[in-house]
């Protein structure tokens, strides 16, 4: 089963693939997609489409599923119950992405030679560029508005005593989603080195991400290094480590 495919020049999955690969029902995939929609966009705007249903299938109507790039598909799974085959479809997700960027890498078309050639080109790639700056802009802006409805009803119903200890677990960087190398070294009885932070550096560097700095007693401000990184740089995931059993798709 191919789970990454090239969609408008980027590497993306779906929420049916998800669903097949955990061997889960796409409505359960699709429902945690959409309670978490909020995380997922801060690296990118969740697309949504229909799939309509297939010739010769009786009953039921069109399918809605969402499109995945990297990073969210990664922070997807981290929702889901580590079970022994959620772990495997992580591990085939991260591979699949890495080789599809590579092979993309490998087919990419040279430059046009001719002047009008070369004209068509630059203005297509400034079209694509303004769409994904609109896009952006769009998904920051429906972010701050649900993510503030969120937080009023949030802050009405929690108690102290919640809001107390996940402030606690942020600071010290020991969250299911990113972890500071040093709460990771404990957790896990390694260590990593003084350049041991450079491939998650980099992972995060190839993606556009700025990793998020926290503040430690001993060292003061150290950085929060996204679950994906860790995932992809060193076969460590953070729902593991710091965890509970996990939300089941």
Known sequence: MTIVIIKDGDAVTTTLAIAEGTLNDH????TLTRKYQVDLEDFGLVRFEIRPREVGQHGGGDTEYAILNEPQSTLLLTFMRNTDIVRAFKKKLVREFWEMVQQ???RAPA???????ALEHLLESKRSEKLAIEQRDHAIET????GSRREATVMATASAAVRQVQKLKDDLGLGTRQAAVLAVE???GRKFGVSGYVPLRRWCKARGITAPKVFHPTFGFVRCWPAGAWMDAYQIDLGDLF???GEQA
């Open 111 to 117: 430059l046009p030679a001719d002047y009008i050639g």
């Open 186 to 188: 404990k957790a896990v």
């Open 143 to 146: 972010k701050a508005e649900i």
């Open 27 to 30: 409505a359960s995939v699709i």
């Open 104 to 106: 993309r890498n490998q």
């Open 243 to 245: 965890g509970a059993d």
